[in-house]
């Protein structure tokens, strides 16, 4: 069984927890996890963009000009695809785009995307979070205590070690928490780098498109409850 350290959300150590090998410790299935990110993906679009085609824009009846005689290329309609204002060539129409995932792929991927983090130490597990007040200032210093302010990456100095730099770009932090997390909701609601998602809504494509998962233990052992084999 995989143990991941807890911590004081002041950054102090605060033991360990043993996690469920059901749900953080499944092989790592990436096929399964690309199906279940695409099928999020198409299930969220609206499908309803359109255009019109030739045969649905008004006009362009008749003949604009003889066929032959004029000195000019011959066309048949003001309307045809390559006039100002005509009807477009293979035009989008509304469609479904939605996917259907059955429901014990949907949760292997879901395991599968938790193992990793866990694999990786991508999996941060505070346990509690407790505010002054729902301000952004107060969920950012829980953050900075963790360093998760920033996003590092890899590099090499003038010697050819490894190094670490802050990157540009802004981390991506998905914070998990549970329905007795409101004022933690809406202390992070500010932060452009913090997506925070209930328990009870997890999924994967935000687990997979985060750089470190911040949980707290409550969070964990409800994902546990729901997701153990």
Request: glycine content about 6%; aromatic content about 6%.
């Amino acid at each position: 069984m995989p143990s991941v350290k807890v911590y004081k959300q002041t950054g102090a150590d605060a033991g360990e927890i043993v996690l469920d090998d059901s749900v953080f410790a499944a092989e790592y299935n990436e096929p399964l996890i690309h199906q279940a990110v695409v099928a999020q993906l198409n299930n969220a679009r609206q499908g309803t963009k359109s255009a019109l085609t030739r045969t649905e824009v008004r006009g362009g009846g008749i003949k604009p000009w003889r066929q032959k005689g004029t000195g000019r290329a011959r066309q048949g309609s003001i309307r045809a695809p390559q006039w100002t204002k005509g009807g477009v060539v293979f035009a989008p129409k509304p469609r479904d785009f939605s996917q259907k995932v059955n429901k014990q792929a949907k949760r292997g991927a879901l395991v599968s995307a938790l193992s990793a983090k866990v694999t990786e130490n991508e999996l941060l597990l505070i346990d509690e979070i407790k505010l002054a007040a729902p301000k952004t200032k107060e969920m950012n210093a829980v953050l900075k205590n963790f360093k998760l302010d920033v996003k590092t990456h890899k590099a090499f100095d003038e010697n050819g070690a490894v190094v670490e730099k802050v990157s540009k770009a802004l981390p991506k932090v998905l914070l998990i928490v549970t329905d007795n997390d409101e004022s933690v909701v809406r202390a992070a609601g500010n932060l452009p780098y913090v997506r925070t998602i209930n328990s009870n809504l997890i999924n994967v494509y935000d687990i997979v498109a985060s750089d470190k998962c911040v949980a707290t233990v409550d969070a964990i052992k409800k994902i546990e409850e729901v997701y153990k084999a």
